[in-house]
């Protein structure tokens, strides 16, 4: 049987159309930042490329601006 992750598992390496998905981007923007070591960190095993869940919430959490913030008083 081969192997499935949740959804949830933050663990779980996501394949390179999945993590364009999650980033509401396009495959060739994923491949481009590649190429110039930019955008969210990557596996590679030979040719196959994959990207963990988490790395990608991290990634998107690093790149957030603007956030509001709860002011105390």
């Known amino acids: 049987m081969p192997f499935e992750s949740s959804p949830r598992d933050p663990d779980a390496l996501l394949r390179e159309q999945e993590a364009a998905d999650l980033l509401c981007l396009s495959i060739r923007t994923l491949q481009s930042w ?6 969210p960190p990557f596996v590679q095993v030979g040719r196959a ?11 998107i959490d690093a790149n957030t601006f603007g956030r509001r913030t709860e002011f105390r008083s």
Request: charged content about 40%; cysteine-free.
């Open 34 to 39: 590649r190429i110039r070591a930019a955008g």
């Open 49 to 59: 490329v994959r990207y963990r869940r988490r790395d990608l919430i991290t990634w």
